[in-house]
């Protein structure tokens, strides 16, 4: 039985085109590096494919909370290190106020260096956060939470947390209160200040000097929090890093191509392609000699 000349053709066409789309399929691999693009190359692995990147997403947000928090909680810290310094220079001026030698003109003198670090800790305790919100006036970042009433701090914060999401379920604070921290510190200067003005050396030397004393303690301690938060933040961040590390790898693992096999792949392709393109052209030679001489 003779086979007619439009089947063969139909057979030639049929074998360029899958050999056609087998070679675009093998140089797509080469070129994007991967094995698995859409769910219909393997169901199963692009699957998991989503998943994975899911939590990378997650991670990378968590990790973004962390690097906020930790940005915003070592300002805070910075700011708590000038309170420190400040407190320091007012113990040492009531030490030296208090001592017997100090006359009330060297005092009159330190009364107003008390004055300027008043002003100082204002600012301190009016420290603002990358973003500008104010770091010690609690949930009320936008509002400034100290100013100074006849030298008496008035807090116009609310004293709240700002909680950030470390990790799935669990939240930390990544600003410290200021009402009572600062409070504090601005009533040790006001001690010292009155005692200075009103050369009361014995409050000088017990209660001024206490007072500073017990604000740095104070100072130091929360320095301490706001350090070890700042510690778990890290040792969180590293351990998202090692999940999207881990996770992006599982990525490539299950739908990046080994090259070399790709190219191989995609030079059998293209060799196929090629032996389809010229037996297709010999039958149509075949063809039209025959449609001549039949």
Do not use: C, W
Request: a negative charge.
């Amino acid at each position: 039985m003779r086979i007619s000349t439009g089947y063969q053709f139909g057979v030639q066409n049929d074998r360029i085109s899958r050999t056609q789309t087998s070679l675009f399929e093998a140089q797509s691999r080469v070129t994007s590096g991967k094995r698995v693009a859409t769910m219909s190359d393997d169901a199963a692995t692009a699957g998991r494919g989503l998943t994975l990147r899911k939590a990378v997403s997650s991670a990378e947000r968590y990790m973004a909370n962390i690097e906020g928090a930790n940005r915003d909680l070592k300002r805070t810290d910075s700011a708590l290190d000038e309170a420190n310094a400040i407190l320091r220079r007012a113990y040492e001026l009531a030490v030296k106020g208090s001592n017997g030698t100090a006359d009330q003109t060297s005092r009159d003198g330190m009364v107003s260096e008390v004055e300027g670090l008043r002003k100082r800790l204002l600012d301190v305790a009016n420290s603002k956060g990358a973003n500008g919100q104010f770091l010690f006036a609690g949930r009320a970042t936008d509002t400034k939470p100290f100013s100074l009433n006849d030298g008496a701090p008035v807090y116009h914060g609310d004293g709240g947390q700002v909680l950030v999401e470390a990790e799935a379920g669990e939240t930390i604070a990544a600003n410290v209160p200021g009402e009572s921290l600062f409070g504090e510190a601005f009533a040790a200067l006001k001690t010292i200040e009155d005692a200075l003005r009103s050369g009361d050396a014995t409050k000088l030397g017990e209660e001024g000097v206490a007072a500073a004393q017990s604000q740095m303690r104070r100072i130091t301690q929360v320095r301490g929090e706001v350090g070890s938060r700042i510690q778990n933040l890290e040792a969180m961040s590293a351990n998202h890093q090692r999940r999207i590390d881990d996770f992006t790898k599982a990525i490539s693992d299950g739908e990046d191509v080994d090259l070399s096999q790709a190219i191989t792949d995609y030079q059998a392709a293209e060799l196929a392609y090629t032996a389809a393109l010229q037996v297709t052209s010999r039958t149509l030679t075949m063809g039209l000699m025959d449609f001549l001489t039949g």
